[in-house]
């Protein structure tokens, strides 16, 4: 298999969450800088921030399984089965170039 190829998406999809990332930092950095709020506000904004660590965490764990999938390229280990060291089905890395098994194996290891 070509991993060149799923290098570039990997790579590309890395960038694109760090870039949300930092996006995301900065926007909570100035949300924290307002003045004085009502309560409506304050009890609004730790809603928002709730939704926000939970969409934070979403993307940390994806940057997380890119980075994984990259070092697997580095180490001619991309694109095997976690389960039974088979070939991933090129398929299923298009549709999920993370994926961490084939899909034999799709429900162990929580699918990816």
Same mark, same amino acid.
């Given at each position: 298999? /070509?991993?060149?190829?799923?290098?570039?998406?990997?790579?590309?999809?890395?960038?694109?969450?760090?870039?949300?990332? #930092?996006?995301?930092?900065?926007?909570? $950095?100035? +949300?924290?800088?307002?003045?004085?709020? *009502?309560?409506?506000?304050? #009890? %609004?904004?730790? %809603? /928002?921030? /709730?939704?926000?660590? #939970? $969409?934070?965490?979403?993307?940390?764990?994806?940057? *997380?399984?890119?980075?994984?999938?990259?070092?697997?390229?580095? $180490?001619? $280990?991309?694109?095997?089965? %976690?389960? @039974?060291?088979?070939?991933? +089905?090129?398929?299923?890395? +298009?549709?999920?170039? *993370?994926?961490?098994? @084939?899909?034999?194996?799709?429900?162990?290891?929580?699918?990816?």
């Amino acid at each position: 298999m /070509d991993t060149n190829h799923f290098k570039e998406i990997l790579l590309a999809e890395e960038k694109r969450l760090t870039e949300a990332l #930092a996006a995301e930092q900065s926007e909570a $950095t100035e +949300e924290g800088n307002l003045a004085v709020e *009502t309560r409506d506000e304050v #009890a %609004e904004k730790f %809603e /928002d921030s /709730d939704e926000r660590e #939970a $969409t934070h965490q979403t993307l940390e764990n994806h940057l *997380t399984e890119v980075r994984n999938a990259l070092a697997k390229i580095g $180490t001619g $280990t991309y694109g095997k089965c %976690e389960v @039974c060291q088979e070939p991933i +089905e090129i398929d299923r890395l +298009e549709a999920s170039p *993370t994926a961490k098994t @084939c899909k034999k194996h799709l429900s162990d290891l929580n699918g990816h």
